[in-house]
């Protein structure tokens, strides 16, 4: 009797998953996808589709595609790989979603700076951003773990002083996120008219705090000196100036 229920349950259990595996994209589009994502074009399956345009928020997305392992959904969680075109750039990651929480692996990406300014404080900045990243977990739309390197290259700021000039180039830089116990990572100057070490801190109560030291190298144009010198402190014997920023998100 007992192994005959065992096998009831088991091919209940592989029914289930086959009917999820083929279930209809559009469908389940319809029927769970919460009110901050909105995609047309939807086709495939539940756990093999895609869609032509999607908006995460106000922020759009083109060719998505995604894969899921069906058998996962009855461990509490949704694992697969998902990848898609954003501007002009790409996004491609594995990613494992329970309830309340997002965890992403091999997140390869790379696009526009302007692409974030609904999400980030950036203004005018211009800029490329090329991520690798091997570990990102999300709780409450807050990052609490990452290990990976942002890099920020071409970076073009605003005038610290209203001029009427053009944007100003400070450089390339390397945000480099290591495993400790805080969440946060350094800063390194790669390339630019900008010298640039420091840190970057994230806490939990979506603070970020950003303690830098710069210093304006040989090519660096008059509007950047004059930059620096209102928004830092005196150089030191070296010729950094520290350049603190905090604020939340």
């Given at each position: ?43 495939g399956r539940l ?194 100036r520290a ?7």
């Amino acid at each position: 009797m007992g192994i005959k229920l065992l096998s009831l349950a088991a091919g209940a259990i592989m029914y289930a998953i086959f009917m999820i595996a083929l279930f209809p994209a559009p469908i389940a589009y319809k029927w769970l996808a919460p009110n901050s994502i909105e995609l047309s074009g939807v086709q495939g399956r539940l756990w093999s589709g895609g869609a032509t345009t999607g908006f995460l928020g106000d922020m759009e997305v083109k060719n998505i595609h995604w894969e899921f392992v069906p058998l996962d959904l009855f461990m509490g969680r949704i694992t697969g790989k998902v990848n898609m075109l954003l501007g002009d750039g790409f996004v491609d990651t594995k990613a494992s979603a329970t309830f309340n929480s997002l965890t992403l692996q091999e997140l390869r990406a790379t696009f526009d700076l302007q692409v974030l300014e609904n999400f980030i404080p950036i203004g005018a900045t211009q800029g490329k951003v090329f991520a690798q990243i091997e570990h990102l977990v999300i709780e409450k739309g807050w990052p609490i773990k990452i290990i990976g390197e942002l890099r920020l290259t071409e970076l073009m700021v605003a005038p610290f002083v209203p001029s009427g000039a053009a944007l100003i180039p400070i450089g390339s830089f390397r945000l480099a996120f290591l495993d400790n116990s805080k969440l946060g990572g350094t800063i390194e100057h790669l390339n630019g008219p900008l010298e640039t070490n420091g840190n970057i801190e994230l806490r939990s109560n979506r603070v970020y705090d950003i303690k830098i030291f710069v210093k304006a190298l040989p090519d660096a144009s008059q509007e950047l000196l004059q930059g620096l010198e209102l928004m830092t402190s005196e150089p030191n014997n070296l010729g950094f100036r520290a350049f603190n920023l905090t604020g939340s998100l």
